[in-house]
């Protein structure tokens, strides 16, 4: 089958909601290994922050061929931390050394207090 095209449009970063990127780099990765989801490709356009939104992302979902189903899944153990990325993101008026000054303090916590299986940490 052909794949679904959409476009999601509001807040990819806000406050007690899943940020977009946990979608991109945590969600999608394990139910397509675990369930076996069919591709999904997602593309940020613009992130849109609150209370304005304005965020723009665009989805290609290849759906499950006619007759088939997911996979169940069972995910109790958590695995070996194999690296650490941190991101930090700005808006608006806020210069860009704000977000590289959380970032630093990010990777410095978790080099001083983070886990001991972390393979390390880089700001971006």
């Given amino acids: ?8 449009r509001g807040g990819t970063n806000a ?3 899943p940020q977009i990127d946990y979608l991109t780099d945590v969600f999608l990765p394990v139910a397509t290994r675990s369930f076996g989801l069919p591709r999904v490709d997602v593309r940020i356009e613009r992130r849109g922050y609150y209370p304005r939104g304005g965020g723009v992302v665009r989805a290609s979902v290849v759906p499950l061929e006619r007759g088939r189903t997911l996979r169940p899944a069972t995910l109790t153990e958590r695995g070996r931390v194999t690296s650490v990325r941190v991101r930090s993101h700005y808006a608006g008026n806020c210069p860009r050394w704000v977000a590289q000054k959380m970032a630093d303090a990010a990777v410095r916590q978790l080099r001083v207090g983070g886990s ?3 393979a390390g940490a880089g700001a971006v």
């Fill in 1 to 8: 089958p052909p794949p679904v095209l959409m476009e999601l």
């Fill in 15 to 17: 406050d007690m909601a």
């Fill in 116 to 118: 001991g299986d972390s």
